[in-house]
């Protein structure tokens, strides 16, 4: 079983902010990673696959980056919208999640 | 317009049994595996289970391994998941989702995703 590990668990962030959200693998998964976000009571939405590849109709300030064990989500100059909690999902092997990174807005 | 609804959610006693369906629409639902993913109140998410797009293949989370079943009617659109012996652990709200590829655990991400239903296992 691949563990992933998020961090942080949560962040406070003020609007124009830049955010960053790191997910470790246990072991190396390629670029098999993708990452959710998930707005209270709604269900996810997938906001980058594959490491790094946008998603049409996901705004151009989300991001991605990494490869192999790291990856980062980068959200630049947060808006209030973008309070939500955050997920990685990697699909290297059986399908597992990180813990999440809740995002709230100062 | 892409669409999961997802139906058969409730309140089941320890040891009961429940299906949940997920009604597909707007994409071709046999080119395409399928997931139920779940989410315990206030935490995170957890797979449960996947299919492929053609039914032959099927893969369990441990956690349910002998207790749930995934299948789907591709004539009727419909992925089902069949769970039985249900303890008060799998009390969740229950998503289904659309991977974006035809294999199932096969390196894709989720891409659609319906807006779950509530699974309360109590006595």
């Known amino acids: 079983e691949i563990v992933l590990t998020q961090s942080p668990d949560f962040q406070s962030v003020t609007p124009k902010e830049k955010v960053t959200i790191t997910c470790r693998a246990s072991q190396s998964i390629g670029s098999s990673l993708h990452w959710y976000q998930q707005k209270p009571d709604q269900s996810p939405k997938l906001l980058i696959k594959?490491?790094?590849q946008s998603i049409s109709g996901v705004p151009s300030r989300f991001s991605g980056s990494g490869s192999g064990t790291d990856f980062t989500l980068t959200i630049n100059s947060l808006e209030a919208e973008d309070a939500a909690t955050y997920y990685c999902?990697?699909?290297?092997?059986?399908?597992?999640f990180g813990q999440g990174t809740k995002v709230e807005i100062k | 317009e892409v669409q999961l609804v997802e139906s058969g959610g409730g309140l089941v006693q320890p040891g009961g049994s429940l299906r949940l369906s997920c009604a597909a629409s707007g994409f071709t639902f046999s080119s395409y595996a399928m997931s139920w993913v779940r989410q315990a109140p206030g935490k995170g998410l957890e797979w449960v289970s996947a299919i492929s797009g053609s039914g032959g293949s099927t893969y369990y989370a441990d956690s349910v391994k002998g207790r749930f079943t995934i299948s789907r009617d591709n004539s009727k659109n419909t992925l089902y998941l069949q769970m039985n012996s249900l303890r008060a652990e799998d009390t969740a709200v229950y998503y289904c989702?659309?991977?974006?590829?035809?294999?199932?655990?096969?390196?894709?991400?989720?891409?659609?995703w319906g807006q779950g239903t509530m699974v309360t296992v109590s006595s």
């Open positions: 999902h990697q699909s290297s092997s059986l399908p597992s």
């Open positions: 989702a659309k991977d974006d590829g035809l294999i199932a655990v096969a390196g894709y991400a989720f891409d659609i």
């Open positions: 594959y490491a790094s």
